[in-house]
């Protein structure tokens, strides 16, 4: 079964300074998608970058980007210039293809980032 | 373009009643996910539809049960309600095409409190 491990809880960070929240993921799978989503205090889950398995390329958003170790099957989310409206859960989230669709999320259990002013 | 809505946005039933729940996706997504969380168990896929037909189902009981319209809204129901079913319920909305790189949007999701 597929598993997605988010093994910190929770971690802060000062204003316009960057932080790295980990992902770890555990599949026999070799097309997959990985997904990074926000959910901030008024409960709208949003998505924030998106990484496919095929491409080696480290996908970036503006101030987020990926690091995606396939090998090591790990996909941790940077964030760059932080700001209190980075303040959220974020959760790391993996899917499949089923019959060529992409199947439903397997979730971590998320990270609670505090950003502080 | 309008996201995802749920609605009612809170419901507070007491434990063996019944609870129906909607989702409007956004238009021209055909897939519609549904998901439970709670603090204990995080985010647990419930099941999705496509083109109104059940596609994919997680390891829920069979009190958990939905559907689709043809206009794509999806409804699920919950029937002799349990404590442990207090949840947010969030429900997501994609293309759900196959040989395409998706992404599933989610709905601000409806607070049901069993009592």
């Known amino acids: 079964a597929q598993t997605v491990t988010q093994s910190q809880p929770e971690m802060s960070v000062q204003e316009a300074e960057t932080v790295t929240l980990s992902c770890t993921y555990d599949?026999?799978?070799?097309?997959?998608?990985l997904f990074w989503y926000k959910q901030p205090p008024s409960r709208q889950m949003i998505l924030v970058i998106r990484?496919?398995?095929?491409?080696?390329q480290n996908a970036t958003e503006n101030r987020f980007s990926v690091n995606f170790q396939k090998a090591a099957k790990s996909f941790s989310l940077k964030i760059s210039d932080s700001q209190l409206g980075d303040t959220a859960m974020y959760f790391c989230a993996f899917t499949m293809l089923y019959g060529g669709s992409q199947g439903n999320l397997i979730f971590g259990k998320g990270t609670k980032l505090s950003v502080k002013p | 373009k309008a996201g995802v809505t749920q609605t009612p946005r809170y419901l507070i039933k007491t434990r063996g009643q019944q609870v129906t729940l909607s989702c409007s996706p956004i238009?021209?997504?055909?897939?519609v996910s549904w998901y439970q969380q709670t603090p204990g168990q995080g985010l647990q896929f419930l099941f999705e539809?496509?083109?109104?037909?059940?596609?994919n189902k997680g390891n829920f009981p069979g009190r958990f049960s939905g559907r689709q319209f043809s206009n794509s809204r999806s409804e699920m129901n919950v029937s002799t309600l349990e404590l442990g079913d207090s949840a947010l319920y969030l429900c997501?909305?994609?293309?759900?095409?196959?040989?395409?790189?998706?992404?599933?949007?989610f709905g601000p999701g409806t607070r049901l409190t069993v009592l």
């Open positions: 997501a909305s994609s293309l759900g095409l196959a040989g395409y790189t998706d992404t599933q949007y």
């Open positions: 599949t026999s799978e070799n097309n997959y998608y």
């Open positions: 238009s021209g997504h055909r897939s």
């Open positions: 539809y496509f083109s109104e037909t059940q596609r």
């Open positions: 990484q496919e398995a095929y491409k080696q």
